[in-house]
């Protein structure tokens, strides 16, 4: 529970040095869970990714002081927490998204949700019409899908089911039968797209019934066929016996649970 006070806010844009640093003791708690938050599994990113999103969220302690307009400590946190959420969302792209612009790798993000978040399928979404004014060149997209993933090699250290800690080549061995001696680039990238889509399914599978239906038939997902979003509402409903609230919830909420689940195990190999 934080102490903050009005009079303490208000000093501390005044810049009296020992209200600024009440108010970033205040917020340090929130800071401190938004950088977390953002940083995802210490397996994903590090310890370090967390810690550098909390220096970016102490100086937009700073910034929030400086813009707000507010009178209440509750109008000063809510606005600082907007704050927060761009600022390390933005911080959060350059750090795991090298090689790409901000924007770029925001548009990636619109495309796979539109992938279901299947990487290689946000690939080819993305230079397509459904994308709209954010529609990406070719060359764009791929450098996104390879920014989003991360480059890989073979010599890098992975575990198998049991816990071994295995190079990525001998991994691809031992579930392929391929010679760890003779794997190259492209069985790399053939082995991920596996992979990627194994998850998709696996992350449908955990959703209700009704919310796995709706979101194959959005990307015609065998054995479902493809209803555009919107555009085939109506053929979706009278074919499946669903009610347009039925199909709107399932598609919302869907949705959002596919992508909590989806990153929960998307980097897990």
């Not at 959420?85 to 924007?103: C, F, I, L, N, Q």
Request: aromatic fraction near 6%; charge should be negative.
């Amino acid at each position: 529970m934080t102490h903050l006070t009005h009079a303490m806010i208000s000093a501390a844009k005044d810049n009296d040095l020992s209200a600024v640093s009440g108010v970033i003791r205040e917020t340090e708690s929130l800071v401190l869970a938004k950088a977390r938050q953002y940083a995802g599994s210490p397996s994903d990113h590090g310890n370090s990714l967390a810690e550098d999103l909390a220096q970016t969220g102490r100086i937009a302690v700073w910034q929030a002081l400086e813009a707000f307009t507010g009178e209440t400590p509750e109008a000063f946190m809510d606005y600082l927490s907007r704050i927060l959420h761009r600022a390390m969302s933005d911080a959060r792209r350059k750090e795991t998204r090298p090689g790409v612009t901000t924007y770029t790798a925001m548009d990636f993000e619109k495309a796979l949700a539109l992938a279901a978040g299947d990487p290689f399928e946000a690939e080819r979404i993305a230079v397509t019409d459904e994308m709209g004014d954010r529609k990406m060149t070719p060359d764009r997209a791929y450098a996104a899908r390879l920014s989003w993933q991360g480059l890989d090699y073979l010599d890098r250290p992975v575990s198998d089911e049991d816990g071994n800690t295995l190079t990525l080549a001998e991994r691809i061995e031992c579930e392929t039968g391929m010679s760890a001696e003779l794997v190259t680039a492209a069985d790399i990238a053939s082995y991920r797209r596996t992979v990627v889509r194994d998850q998709v399914h696996r992350t449908l599978g955990l959703l209700s019934d009704r919310q796995r239906f709706v979101l194959k038939a959005a990307h015609g997902i065998s054995p479902v066929a493809e209803y555009r979003p919107v555009t085939d509402d109506a053929e979706l409903e009278a074919d499946s016996g669903l009610t347009h609230d039925q199909v709107r919830q399932a598609r919302t909420k869907g949705s959002r649970r596919f992508a909590e689940l989806y990153r929960a195990g998307a980097r897990a190999w």
